[in-house]
């Protein structure tokens, strides 16, 4: 179960990134699904209010998968913590007379 939601978390989070990036932003940004020419299929304001929808649908899918992964890893027998997993190095003895040369 944990494989399934950690693929789907990852597909949102590569879909997010590449929704963001073609959003026009103040700055110009890279701007790639705004503007375009008087033939384009959706007007500017239309593409920018739908690619707001989409990241803000992936940014809420994103969230849950994040959410469902941490719930369902505090529930597993696994150690809490990676110093959990470090078991202390075996004493060494230490001579009790010096070695002759």
Known sequence: MTQIILTIHILIAAALVV??????????????????????????????????????????AFFATSLGLAIISSGSSAPRSIIDEITPPAQQQEPSAPLAR
């Open 19 to 60: 929704v963001v990036l073609m959003q026009r932003s103040e700055g110009g940004g890279l701007g790639i699904g705004g503007g375009g020419g008087g033939g384009s299929l959706m007007t500017g304001r239309s593409a920018a209010n739908l690619l707001t929808k989409i990241t803000g649908m992936l940014a809420a």
